[in-house]
Protein backbone atom coordinates (compact mmCIF):
# COMPACT_ATOMS: atom_id res chain seq x y z
CA UNK A 1 0.00 0.00 0.00
CA UNK A 2 1.94 3.14 -1.20
CA UNK A 3 1.84 6.20 0.97
CA UNK A 4 3.31 9.47 1.26
CA UNK A 5 4.31 12.12 -0.72
CA UNK A 6 3.96 11.91 -4.50
CA UNK A 7 7.15 11.72 -6.76
CA UNK A 8 9.33 11.47 -3.79
CA UNK A 9 12.83 10.29 -4.19
CA UNK A 10 12.07 8.26 -1.60
CA UNK A 11 8.89 5.86 -1.99
CA UNK A 12 6.76 4.12 0.79
CA UNK A 13 5.16 1.39 1.39
CA UNK A 14 2.75 -0.18 4.81
CA UNK A 15 1.82 -3.54 5.03
CA UNK A 16 -1.08 -3.28 8.06
CA UNK A 17 -0.53 -7.62 7.85
CA UNK A 18 2.73 -6.94 9.39
CA UNK A 19 3.21 -3.75 10.46
CA UNK A 20 5.85 -3.25 7.99
CA UNK A 21 6.99 0.34 6.53
CA UNK A 22 9.20 -0.52 2.91
CA UNK A 23 11.19 2.52 2.85
CA UNK A 24 13.18 2.72 -1.23
CA UNK A 25 15.26 4.92 -2.18
CA UNK A 26 14.67 6.69 -5.98
CA UNK A 27 17.02 9.49 -6.47
CA UNK A 28 16.92 11.68 -9.83
CA UNK A 29 20.21 11.14 -11.32
CA UNK A 30 22.74 9.96 -9.68
CA UNK A 31 22.46 7.27 -7.41
CA UNK A 32 24.15 9.19 -4.17
CA UNK A 33 22.87 11.35 -1.61
CA UNK A 34 21.39 14.17 -3.26
CA UNK A 35 20.38 17.46 -1.14
CA UNK A 36 16.23 16.29 -2.74
CA UNK A 37 16.87 12.64 -1.70
CA UNK A 38 17.79 13.94 1.75
CA UNK A 39 15.61 16.07 2.34
CA UNK A 40 12.44 13.57 1.24
CA UNK A 41 13.31 11.01 3.37
CA UNK A 42 13.96 13.57 6.24
CA UNK A 43 10.02 14.46 5.77
CA UNK A 44 9.43 10.80 5.86
CA UNK A 45 11.15 10.17 8.83
CA UNK A 46 10.60 12.95 10.69
CA UNK A 47 7.19 12.37 10.99
CA UNK A 48 7.31 8.81 11.90
CA UNK A 49 9.67 9.99 15.14
CA UNK A 50 7.85 12.39 16.15
CA UNK A 51 4.39 10.20 16.17
CA UNK A 52 5.94 7.62 18.07
CA UNK A 53 6.19 4.98 15.51
CA UNK A 54 2.97 6.01 13.83
CA UNK A 55 2.20 7.06 9.94
CA UNK A 56 -0.65 8.33 8.59
CA UNK A 57 -2.10 6.19 5.29
CA UNK A 58 -5.14 6.70 3.63
CA UNK A 59 -6.10 8.90 6.30
CA UNK A 60 -5.59 6.36 9.50
CA UNK A 61 -2.78 6.39 11.83
CA UNK A 62 -1.36 2.70 11.51
CA UNK A 63 1.06 1.92 14.13
CA UNK A 64 5.17 0.81 12.51
CA UNK A 65 6.68 -2.46 14.02
CA UNK A 66 9.23 -2.89 11.20
CA UNK A 67 11.17 -0.78 9.03
CA UNK A 68 12.61 -1.91 6.14
CA UNK A 69 15.14 0.14 3.80
CA UNK A 70 15.91 -0.52 0.44
CA UNK A 71 16.48 0.96 -3.48
CA UNK A 72 14.52 0.84 -6.85
CA UNK A 73 17.71 0.90 -8.22
CA UNK A 74 18.54 -1.84 -10.32
CA UNK A 75 22.43 -3.02 -8.63
CA UNK A 76 22.76 -0.30 -6.46
CA UNK A 77 21.49 0.09 -2.89
CA UNK A 78 23.26 3.80 -2.71
CA UNK A 79 26.57 5.48 -3.76
CA UNK A 80 27.21 7.20 -0.74
CA UNK A 81 27.69 11.15 -0.98
CA UNK A 82 26.96 13.99 -3.18
CA UNK A 83 30.92 13.75 -4.47
CA UNK A 84 30.22 16.24 -7.33
CA UNK A 85 28.48 18.60 -4.85
CA UNK A 86 31.55 18.14 -2.78
CA UNK A 87 33.94 19.08 -5.24
CA UNK A 88 32.05 22.42 -5.81
CA UNK A 89 31.30 23.24 -2.22
CA UNK A 90 35.74 22.39 -1.84
CA UNK A 91 37.32 24.88 -4.52
CA UNK A 92 34.47 27.61 -3.12
CA UNK A 93 35.62 27.03 0.24
CA UNK A 94 32.24 27.02 1.34
CA UNK A 95 33.08 25.53 4.78
CA UNK A 96 28.81 26.34 5.73
CA UNK A 97 27.86 24.16 2.65
CA UNK A 98 29.48 21.69 3.24
CA UNK A 99 28.40 21.53 7.49
CA UNK A 100 25.24 22.07 5.76
CA UNK A 101 25.07 19.03 4.41
CA UNK A 102 27.12 16.88 6.41
CA UNK A 103 24.27 17.78 9.16
CA UNK A 104 21.34 17.09 6.90
CA UNK A 105 22.83 13.18 6.67
CA UNK A 106 23.28 12.99 10.63
CA UNK A 107 19.77 14.33 10.70
CA UNK A 108 18.58 11.26 8.88
CA UNK A 109 20.83 8.52 9.97
CA UNK A 110 20.92 9.18 13.66
CA UNK A 111 16.72 8.75 14.49
CA UNK A 112 17.36 5.62 12.66
CA UNK A 113 20.39 4.67 14.70
CA UNK A 114 18.26 5.71 17.70
CA UNK A 115 14.63 3.56 16.34
CA UNK A 116 13.08 6.93 15.67
CA UNK A 117 13.06 7.09 19.26
CA UNK A 118 10.22 3.56 19.25
CA UNK A 119 12.03 0.70 21.03
CA UNK A 120 8.72 -1.28 19.40
CA UNK A 121 9.93 -0.21 16.37
CA UNK A 122 12.45 -3.06 14.55
CA UNK A 123 15.09 -1.69 11.89
CA UNK A 124 16.05 -3.84 8.80
CA UNK A 125 18.58 -2.32 5.85
CA UNK A 126 17.80 -4.57 2.64
CA UNK A 127 20.83 -4.10 0.49
CA UNK A 128 20.30 -5.64 -3.06
CA UNK A 129 23.24 -3.85 -4.91
CA UNK A 130 26.77 -1.72 -3.98
CA UNK A 131 26.81 0.27 -1.23
CA UNK A 132 29.76 2.52 -0.65
CA UNK A 133 30.55 4.68 1.51
CA UNK A 134 27.59 7.07 2.54
CA UNK A 135 25.24 3.91 1.32
CA UNK A 136 27.20 1.97 3.22
CA UNK A 137 26.92 4.01 6.44
CA UNK A 138 23.13 4.17 6.02
CA UNK A 139 22.76 0.02 5.73
CA UNK A 140 24.86 0.15 9.08
CA UNK A 141 21.91 2.37 10.88
CA UNK A 142 19.71 -0.76 11.37
CA UNK A 143 19.19 -3.29 13.68
CA UNK A 144 19.53 -6.11 11.18
CA UNK A 145 21.32 -5.41 7.68
CA UNK A 146 20.70 -8.20 5.01
CA UNK A 147 22.38 -8.28 1.79
CA UNK A 148 22.66 -10.35 -1.53
CA UNK A 149 25.65 -12.02 -2.05
CA UNK A 150 26.28 -9.96 -5.39
CA UNK A 151 26.09 -6.77 -3.41
CA UNK A 152 29.54 -5.16 -2.91
CA UNK A 153 29.87 -2.69 0.50
CA UNK A 154 32.82 -0.46 1.28
CA UNK A 155 34.55 2.95 1.82
CA UNK A 156 36.39 4.55 -0.93
CA UNK A 157 37.09 7.58 0.33
CA UNK A 158 40.51 7.00 1.72
CA UNK A 159 41.29 7.11 -2.48
CA UNK A 160 40.56 10.33 -2.78
CA UNK A 161 42.67 11.16 0.91
CA UNK A 162 39.38 11.64 3.06
CA UNK A 163 37.23 9.67 5.21
CA UNK A 164 33.59 8.19 6.01
CA UNK A 165 32.34 10.97 8.63
CA UNK A 166 28.38 10.46 8.79
CA UNK A 167 28.48 7.96 11.14
CA UNK A 168 31.27 5.05 9.66
CA UNK A 169 33.43 4.45 12.44
CA UNK A 170 30.85 4.49 15.46
CA UNK A 171 28.63 1.91 13.21
CA UNK A 172 31.23 -0.34 12.26
CA UNK A 173 33.16 -0.39 15.63
CA UNK A 174 29.72 -1.52 17.49
CA UNK A 175 29.71 -4.63 15.14
CA UNK A 176 33.00 -5.65 14.57
CA UNK A 177 35.03 -3.82 16.87
CA UNK A 178 37.88 -0.45 16.76
CA UNK A 179 40.01 -2.48 15.16
CA UNK A 180 38.52 -3.90 12.10
CA UNK A 181 36.32 -1.36 12.12
CA UNK A 182 39.46 1.29 11.49
CA UNK A 183 41.27 -1.48 9.16
CA UNK A 184 38.26 -1.81 6.92
CA UNK A 185 38.11 1.50 6.50
CA UNK A 186 41.90 2.43 6.08
CA UNK A 187 42.05 0.09 2.79
CA UNK A 188 39.32 1.80 1.00
CA UNK A 189 38.56 -1.64 -0.30
CA UNK A 190 34.83 -3.05 -1.72
CA UNK A 191 34.06 -5.98 -0.57
CA UNK A 192 31.76 -8.52 -1.45
CA UNK A 193 28.82 -9.23 1.08
CA UNK A 194 29.64 -12.68 1.87
CA UNK A 195 33.18 -11.52 3.26
CA UNK A 196 31.61 -9.28 5.33
CA UNK A 197 28.76 -12.03 6.63
CA UNK A 198 32.05 -13.83 7.41
CA UNK A 199 33.60 -10.72 9.27
CA UNK A 200 30.40 -9.64 11.24
CA UNK A 201 29.16 -6.92 9.57
CA UNK A 202 26.33 -8.44 7.50
CA UNK A 203 23.59 -10.57 9.99
CA UNK A 204 21.82 -12.21 6.93
CA UNK A 205 23.40 -13.41 3.38
CA UNK A 206 20.60 -13.68 0.70
CA UNK A 207 20.86 -15.47 -2.86
CA UNK A 208 20.74 -13.20 -5.66
CA UNK A 209 16.99 -11.88 -5.78
CA UNK A 210 16.32 -13.37 -2.37
CA UNK A 211 16.37 -10.61 -0.39
CA UNK A 212 12.85 -9.57 0.19
CA UNK A 213 11.95 -13.05 0.80
CA UNK A 214 15.09 -13.24 3.10
CA UNK A 215 13.96 -10.13 5.01
CA UNK A 216 10.34 -11.48 5.08
CA UNK A 217 11.13 -14.76 6.37
CA UNK A 218 13.08 -13.27 9.55
CA UNK A 219 10.26 -10.92 10.23
CA UNK A 220 7.77 -14.11 10.30
CA UNK A 221 10.21 -16.55 12.15
CA UNK A 222 11.07 -13.84 14.50
CA UNK A 223 7.44 -12.75 14.92
CA UNK A 224 6.93 -14.37 18.53
CA UNK A 225 10.23 -13.24 20.11
CA UNK A 226 10.20 -9.50 18.94
CA UNK A 227 9.92 -7.96 21.93
CA UNK A 228 13.13 -9.80 23.28
CA UNK A 229 15.17 -9.23 20.21
CA UNK A 230 14.36 -5.54 20.59
CA UNK A 231 15.49 -6.01 24.01
CA UNK A 232 18.56 -7.45 23.06
CA UNK A 233 18.97 -4.19 20.85
CA UNK A 234 18.37 -1.58 22.86
CA UNK A 235 21.07 -3.32 25.26
CA UNK A 236 23.44 -3.27 22.45
CA UNK A 237 22.44 0.33 22.79
CA UNK A 238 23.28 1.13 25.95
CA UNK A 239 26.64 -1.11 26.00
CA UNK A 240 27.86 0.68 22.49
CA UNK A 241 26.30 4.28 22.14
CA UNK A 242 26.01 6.40 19.05
CA UNK A 243 25.73 9.71 20.43
CA UNK A 244 24.13 12.80 18.43
CA UNK A 245 27.19 14.36 19.90
CA UNK A 246 29.57 11.85 18.51
CA UNK A 247 28.36 11.96 14.80
CA UNK A 248 28.18 16.00 14.88
CA UNK A 249 31.60 15.82 16.61
CA UNK A 250 33.15 13.63 13.50
CA UNK A 251 30.97 15.30 10.99
CA UNK A 252 32.98 18.88 11.77
CA UNK A 253 36.30 16.88 11.04
CA UNK A 254 34.78 15.62 8.34
CA UNK A 255 34.17 18.90 7.03
CA UNK A 256 37.73 20.23 8.33
CA UNK A 257 39.38 17.30 6.41
CA UNK A 258 37.64 18.07 3.39
CA UNK A 259 38.69 21.66 2.96
CA UNK A 260 42.25 20.47 3.28
CA UNK A 261 41.98 18.53 -0.28
CA UNK A 262 44.00 19.02 -2.77
CA UNK A 263 43.89 19.64 -6.68
CA UNK A 264 45.19 15.61 -6.78
CA UNK A 265 42.47 14.90 -4.61
CA UNK A 266 39.70 16.34 -6.19
CA UNK A 267 40.62 15.10 -9.78
CA UNK A 268 39.60 11.26 -8.06
CA UNK A 269 36.79 12.21 -6.27
CA UNK A 270 35.57 13.60 -10.24
CA UNK A 271 36.91 10.24 -11.70
CA UNK A 272 34.45 8.30 -9.07
CA UNK A 273 31.57 10.90 -9.92
CA UNK A 274 32.03 9.84 -13.78
CA UNK A 275 31.70 6.07 -13.36
CA UNK A 276 28.92 6.72 -11.04
CA UNK A 277 27.16 8.37 -13.58
CA UNK A 278 28.31 5.90 -15.92
CA UNK A 279 26.95 3.24 -14.06
CA UNK A 280 23.46 4.95 -12.90
CA UNK A 281 22.67 6.11 -16.91
CA UNK A 282 24.09 2.55 -18.30
CA UNK A 283 23.17 0.11 -15.96
CA UNK A 284 26.94 -0.84 -15.69
CA UNK A 285 27.99 -3.36 -13.18
CA UNK A 286 31.61 -2.89 -12.91
CA UNK A 287 33.22 -1.54 -9.69
CA UNK A 288 33.08 2.58 -9.62
CA UNK A 289 36.41 2.79 -7.53
CA UNK A 290 38.24 0.42 -10.05
CA UNK A 291 37.19 2.29 -13.02
CA UNK A 292 38.22 5.56 -11.05
CA UNK A 293 41.96 4.21 -10.06
CA UNK A 294 42.24 2.46 -13.84
CA UNK A 295 41.62 6.39 -15.02
CA UNK A 296 44.11 7.83 -12.90
CA UNK A 297 46.81 5.39 -14.02
CA UNK A 298 46.13 6.31 -17.50
CA UNK A 299 46.36 10.02 -16.71
CA UNK A 300 49.76 9.59 -14.66
CA UNK A 301 50.93 7.29 -17.86
CA UNK A 302 50.02 9.81 -20.60
Same mark, same amino acid.
Given at each position: ????? /????????????????????????????????????????????????? @??? +???????? @???????????????????????? @??????????????????????????????????????? +???????????????????????????????????????????????????????????????????????????????? +?????????? @???????????? +???????? /????????????????????????????????????????????????????????????????
Amino acid at each position: MPYGK /VNSQYQTEFEPATGTIWGYFNPKGNACFSLGLLKDIHAHDSALAANDGK @IEV +GGVAQKAD @IYVLGSRMPRVFNLGGDLALFVLL @IKSRDRDALAHYARLCIDNLYPRIQNFHCRSLTTISLVQ +GDALGGGFEAALTSDILVAEESAQLGFPEILFNLFPGMGAYSLLARRIGMRAAEDLIVSGRVLPAKELHEMGVIDILAKD +GEGEAAVREW @IARTAKRRNGLQ +GIHAARQL /VHPVTREELDAIADTWVDAALRLQDRDLKMMSRIVRAQMRRTELGDVEDVTAVALEEERVACAV
